[in-house]
């Protein structure tokens, strides 16, 4: 079980490696994620990543179109895609929308 931190909210949680972040928001939603879509084409729920990119899933192309016309940085990636891949702590925070 690893710590996935969401930000603005400050809130804190354990997770499994393997498990979809929307899930861990669906089953926690004092994470305060906004989804929409769920299935990268909106970028709802872009979420900058402040550490542990190491730990989640790589972005698939469709996931990469989607913050590309958003033109984001490296960091942000979209909650409804990623994965806790591996066991460690992940820190984000929700991407405000302009
Ligand atoms: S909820 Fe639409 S891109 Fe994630």
Redesign the pocket.
């Known amino acids: 079980m690893a710590k996935v931190r969401f930000e603005p909210a400050g809130y804190e949680v354990e997770v499994a490696p393997g498990t979809a972040l929307v899930d861990v928001c669906d089953d926690h939603p004092e994470a305060e994620v906004p ?11 872009r979420c900058r990543v402040v550490s542990g990119m190491e730990f989640l899933s790589k972005a698939e192309d469709d996931e990469l179109d ?1 913050l590309e016309v958003f033109g984001d940085g490296p960091d942000v990636r ?4 990623m994965v806790l891949a591996k066991d460690g702590p992940v820190h984000l925070e929700v991407v405000e929308p302009e």
């Open positions: 989804f929409s879509c769920r299935s990268a084409s909106c970028g709802t729920c989607v979209l909650c409804c895609q």
